[in-house]
């Protein structure tokens, strides 16, 4: 089973709109953490956005949040006023257990995004 | 800021050639890990360390082998190329704790002919 499933290969978002990343994962840890990445057509990771399981709250970076549904293992990605710039891939990965496993991200298939004038 | 250094940024090779792809960081990070991004298939692990000689294997480590002798170093080796390792190669790095995100290299272009 995937752990990490992006249901939207590609979507369009109009300049200026919000836009919803979909996101869903499969674990029976209790800790876990839950990561966006953006990846332009340059080719780099960059780092958007962290949830971790015990957080209350939905994580906020800027024009980034994180709708972080636990019951519904879903953590959405949600890009507010979309720029020409947000145009890029999109992933989302998952840190399973405790620290020491830190350095083992799971990664889903991405969803490319377009913002279009 | 020089953060995660990947060397080559490309390279092609022939089928059964041996070489070594280079990652560097400079954070004093303890965990280092490599990616293999494949078409359609997103980032798949290949190997980690968690600090200086301690390496594992991620969720496809067939033909590569890794090393960590000092903090900073991290280099992935393909023992003999096989066309099914063409890909594009990310090495990353973080700090110690569970929130800290993965800081990624520009990554190496693969081609095995």
């Known amino acids: 089973a995937q752990k990490i499933t992006q249901t939207q290969p590609g979507m369009f978002v109009q300049e200026k709109e919000a836009v919803t990343l979909d996101c869903t994962y499969d674990?029976?840890?209790?800790?876990?953490?839950l990561f966006w990445y953006k990846q332009p057509s340059s080719g780099e990771m960059i780092f958007l956005i962290y949830q971790g399981s015990y957080d209350q709250q939905n994580a906020t970076e800027g024009r980034y949040s994180l709708n972080f549904q636990k019951a519904r293992k879903s953590a959405n990605l949600v890009i507010s006023a979309s720029q020409l710039g947000d145009s890029a891939m999109y992933f989302c990965a998952m840190r399973e257990g405790r620290a020491g496993t830190a350095s083992k991200l799971t990664f889903g298939t991405g969803t490319r995004l377009q913002v279009t004038l | 800021n020089a953060g995660v250094t990947q060397t080559p940024k490309f390279q092609v090779l022939k089928t059964g050639q041996s070489m070594t792809l280079q990652c560097a960081q400079d954070m004093n990070h303890e965990y280092m890990s490599w990616y293999r991004q494949d078409p359609g298939m997103g980032l798949r692990l290949i190997h980690y360390s968690v600090g200086a000689g301690i390496t594992d294997q991620g969720e496809v480590p067939n033909g590569y082998n890794v090393s960590r002798s000092t903090t900073e170093d991290f280099p992935l080796r393909l023992l003999s190329a096989a066309p099914s390792q063409t890909s594009v190669y990310f090495c990353a790095s973080s700090p110690f704790g569970p929130i800290q995100p993965q800081h990624f290299g520009d990554g190496t272009r693969l081609s095995i002919l």
């Open positions: 674990t029976s840890d209790p800790s876990y953490g």
